[in-house]
């Protein structure tokens, strides 16, 4: 029957059992109309028109019988097949219908124009095309195409690169993820960087936001299962992709003696230099950089990969490859491939950005792989002792020296020869170092990065190592405040192997180190260690390295220079005077430790006698301007520390009467260097002589002025009396600093009893400054209450004013004189009123009202005689001298000769010797001299009388220049107007 057929009817009853899906009545059709029906024919009709959802495995026999035209299957042709539905159709109208007939052509759209012709290969491609395009059933892909694998290799391969990673993505991996969905034709334009993010995609998702690397050993393996099953079996067709003509694929199959297989176990990578030569143009070349940029947020994926991948060797083709499943690539481009895998783990190393301890275990974990892929020596355990980190040579560490900040960014990283990345010995070592400081930073406090690391090692200056070292420094002291000495030390250790990596560690000489902190000084490094331990009270520690030799790790004056600043700067931050408790004994307890080690040290003596002053102080309340209160550092950065007692006099009432401490307190300031005690002058004895003459004279001077405010405060406190005690106890100067005045027209009679080595001595009028300022200031006191002064009073005042006269400069003898005057003014009326208080005592029994109430009462009616009215009173004779003289007004110079006689039994009661005046000074007046002994050459001492002195500092002086003022006339004066 179907021989009746025409050719056109035989094509449309193909069409017609194809869209059926009828392969049974093909399969018995076909083979009997060969002369109709060409294989080409027949594949493009089931193309066109079987349905796509059909399971491949009732058609692929029938298919390959087509398309080879043997059909094993002979008993078929005796079935019956209808030919009913083409028979009825006329001729013209079967080939109309035939020309309506839209077959497509065998070759897929995108086939490539190196691929092989056969038209079975062709018709199972463009079948796995339409069936993922129309249907989405890739699970039938596999039963189209795996029993024809061994046809050619073109299939193999298109296969291996194109479906089965698509088909395991979608369907094995991560099924009903549609974000993964993607065609085949599609996925075949994608490039090499595009498909490596699109295979990739999930796992690395997988990781991202990761801070450790995951427990979970399903989840471990998805990134190296995702990277053996999709990229590589996408990686198998990089060279067919690459392939432009079908005859390389015959080379390349003829080369297939070349090819080597793995050699049991891990494959060892070659140690030879990456040159630009190595860049192959593989698409495997395009993974090494998605795992840089990965290891940049997501370092556990990449740490995984490192650690479960043994590069592009290992890929699972699941055995769609049997014999050369390890031998898809051959020895020269496996090795190329592989030693730039090692230099992505390197890259991956420096490109993290993570400081936390995990990417530093992760990067560890890169250096143990790298370590078995290269042959190396496997480096040790991270928490090791200092003593058992590896060791480096300095070609190791000197590597970095021809790199720069630009070769540590994530697209420099995997250049040929890079500085850090090369899968080089030395280059391994370097990384290991830079693993090993970032492990021991961290456990330091100071977590970084692994590329910080490399950059703090490259860097060029000292500044940033020295940044780093005094953070670490900080924290450590701010965490661990009760550490001991044992502790401190291992600390130290610990930085001495970041400063020199282990290298020349007993080289005393060195300056500079090896390691990330070894570009700061060792005298710099030893400075801060020192001062860490210092503010750490570690204090036997810092005996033992930088006091007592050997070793001796810092210069003795540099350390006494560390540690007085490091006293100073406890001192400033206390906020307490009391040296018990807080910076103060901080401070004393630095001072007291390491002044026995610095005997001759004037700056410890200093610092000592500055904390003395303080703790004194601290026991008055004091409160600075606006309400501060008073703090340490207050006193050192005061221009004038001593003017603090004098706010301390002012808040603390009668805190004048404990003068001794205040002097102390004075006096401690002074021996402190008060305000020339300067932390950045802090070097032991340099530039500072200790003179002890002239460091007594200022502390008898900061005594007096002390002494002089505390009689200020006593007057303000209206408590005269111990305000004059000071004066004449403590401030009154001895006869023998007093000079005479000097006195024209006298010279001295006796010249040769002078003494040859006499000097003019100094003149305490104008170098004692406070005492006549004490005296003058109680002498002119006034009390604020109404009630009169006693005479006793006026008589100390003016007793203390005379003494100002004695001392003043000749500038201030004007005011002196005039509150003198004042006061004499009182003392006359204040006498006055006490003897006309006498008079009325005595004549009360006089006056009596009845006059004959007495007996020898001599009245004369009532009256008193005039011998009696005129009577002279004997006060007015103790006043005015002898009796029987002229009644004359009582003169300035005769008070002065009395207030000096008073001044001269009371003020001085000390008579010593009068330092003898110089021969040839002009001027000077004629006093007594007294021979010392019989021996002509013995020269006599002159001594001088402080009643003569006062005399004549008045009269001499004042009479001639500025008595006039006052209206005073000198006895010689009175002589000469009598005359």
């Known amino acids: 029957m179907a021989k009746e057929l025409s050719p056109a009817q035989c094509i449309l009853l193909t069409v017609h059992y194809a869209s059926k899906g009828n392969i049974n009545a093909l399969h018995s059709f076909t083979p009997t109309r060969l002369d109709a029906l060409d294989p080409e024919l027949v594949l493009r009709i089931l193309l066109a028109y079987l349905p796509e959802s059909i399971e491949p495995c009732e058609y692929i026999t029938y298919v390959g019988e087509v398309a080879s035209r043997l059909y094993l299957d002979v008993d078929r042709e005796d079935v019956v097949v209808d030919t009913s539905p083409a028979k009825d159709v006329e001729e013209e109208q079967a080939k109309r219908r035939v020309k309506k007939l839209t077959l497509p052509e065998l070759r897929p759209p995108a086939y490539p124009p190196g691929a092989p012709d056969d038209a079975l290969i062709c018709f199972l491609c463009h079948r796995a095309y339409r069936i993922d395009a129309d249907t989405g059933l890739l699970d039938l892909i596999p039963q189209l195409i795996e029993p024809f694998l061994e046809r050619h290799e073109y299939l193999r391969t298109w296969y291996i690169s194109v479906v089965l990673p698509i088909f395991r993505l979608q369907l094995v991996y991560y099924p009903g993820d549609e974000a993964l969905t993607i065609t085949l034709s599609d996925f075949e334009k994608l490039n090499g960087r595009e498909t490596i993010d699109f295979l990739m995609r999930k796992s690395a998702m997988t990781h991202i936001d990761s801070d450790s690397v995951p427990t979970d050993t399903s989840r471990e393996s998805e990134v190296v299962r995702d990277i053996k099953g999709l990229v590589g079996p996408w990686m198998y067709g990089d060279t067919a992709r690459k392939r432009t003509k079908s005859d390389n694929l015959g080379a390349r199959e003829e080369a297939g003696g070349g090819l080597s297989k793995l050699c049991d176990g891990i494959r060892k990578i070659s140690l030879t230099a990456i040159t630009p030569e190595d860049a192959t143009g593989h698409d495997w070349e395009q993974l090494y950089p998605w795992m840089v940029s990965q290891a940049r947020d997501n370092f556990p994926l990449v740490v995984q990969i490192v650690e479960e991948w043994d590069g592009p060797g290992d890929v699972d083709l699941d055995n769609l490859n049997p014999g050369n499943a390890d031998t898809y690539l051959d020895e020269d ?46 480096p040790p355990d991270l928490a090791t002792s200092v003593e058992s980190l590896p060791k480096v040579t300095r070609r190791s560490t000197a590597l970095d020296k021809s790199g720069t900040l ?32 970032a492990y021991q930073l961290a456990g ?91 503010e750490a009270s570690s204090y036997e520690l810092a005996i033992n390295l930088y006091l007592i030799p050997p070793p001796n790790h810092l210069r003795s004056k540099r350390a006494e220079q560390i540690i007085l600043l490091r006293a100073m700067e406890a001192y400033d931050g206390a906020s307490n005077g009391n040296r018990n408790r807080g910076g103060m004994k901080k401070a004393n307890d630095i001072i007291s430790t390491f002044r026995p080690y610095f005997p001759e040290s004037v700056r410890f003596r200093q610092a000592s006698a500055l904390i003395s002053a303080t703790h004194a102080l601290s026991f008055y ?19 004038d520390p001593i003017g603090l007692i004098s706010k301390v006099l002012e808040q603390n009432p009668r805190s004048y009467t404990k003068l001794d401490d205040l002097i102390d307190i004075g006096r401690h300031l002074v021996s402190a260097g008060l305000p020339q005690f300067d932390n950045s002058d802090v070097v032991a004895d340099k530039g500072i002589s200790e003179d002890s003459e002239g460091l007594e004279s200022r502390r008898e001077d900061a005594g007096r002025r002390v002494t002089f405010m505390a009689m200020e405060a006593a007057l303000q406190e209206s408590d005269f009396e111990t305000a004059y005690s000071y004066i004449v106890s403590r401030l009154t100067p001895q006869s023998t600093s007093i000079e005479a005045p000097k006195t024209t027209g006298l010279q001295p ?152 006689q008073a001044l001269s039994k009371n003020a001085f009661p000390l008579r010593g010797a009068a330092r003898s005046l110089s021969s040839h000074e002009s001027g000077s007046m004629e006093t007594s001299v007294e021979s010392l002994g019989g021996d002509s050459g013995t020269e006599g001492q002159r001594r001088v009388r402080r009643r003569d002195m006062v005399a004549n500092a008045v009269s001499g002086g004042l009479a001639s220049g500025l008595g006039w003022v006052l209206g005073a006339t000198s006895a010689s004066g009175q002589q000469q107007q009598q005359q």
């Open 621 to 639: 309340s004091l409160t600075l301007q606006h309400g501060v209160p008073f703090q340490p550092v207050s006193i050192r950065v005061s221009q």
């Open 333 to 378: 481009l496996q090795k190329s491939l592989e030693k730039q895998y090692a230099q992505a783990a390197f890259a991956s190393c420096y490109t993290v950005r993570a400081d936390n301890d995990q990417t530093v275990r992760g990067a560890h974990s890169i250096l143990a792989r790298l370590a078995e892929l290269l042959d190396f020596i496997p």
């Open 749 to 900: 009679k006796h010249t040769r009893n002078v003494s040859k080595n006499s000097t003019p001595s100094k003149a305490a009028a104008s170098d004692d400054d406070v005492s006549w300022r004490a005296a003058f200031l109680a002498g002119r006191y006034r009390p604020a209450a109404a009630s009169p002064p006693t005479l006793r009073r006026l008589e100390q005042r003016t007793e203390l004013l005379s003494l100002a006269l004695l001392l003043a400069p000749v500038s201030a003898l004007t005011e002196i004189l005039a509150a003198w005057r004042r006061c004499e003014e009182e003392m006359s009326s204040l006498q006055v009123a006490q003897q006309q208080a006498e008079e009325e005592f005595d004549d009360r029994a006089d006056k009596q009202q009845s006059t004959s109430s007495l007996p020898g009462n001599f009245t004369v009616h009532g009256d008193q005689p005039q011998m009696v009215l005129n009577q002279k009173r004997r006060e007015m004779g103790r006043m005015s001298g002898k009796a029987g003289e002229s009644e004359a007004p009582v003169s300035m110079f005769d008070l002065t000769r009395s207030a000096a």
């Open 406 to 437: 630009d070769d540590v960014e994530p697209d420099a990283l995997l250049k040929p020869g890079h500085p850090f990345t090369a899968p080089e010995l030395d280059r391994y070592m370097l990384l290991q170092m830079i693993v090993y400081s």
């Open 444 to 534: 330091l406090g100071y977590t970084i990065s692994l590329v910080n690391v490399a950059k703090l090692h490259s860097s060029v200056s000292a500044d940033e190592p020295l940044n780093v070292l005094q953070k670490i420094l900080h924290g450590l002291l701010r965490r661990q405040t009760n550490k001991d000495g044992v502790a401190w030390a291992a600390d130290r250790a610990k930085l001495i192997w970041l400063w020199n990596w282990g290298i020349d560690a007993d080289d005393k000489s060195a300056t500079t180190g090896a390691g990330v902190l070894g570009k700061i000084p060792r005298d710099k490094f030893e400075e801060e260690m020192l001062k860490c331990f210092t």
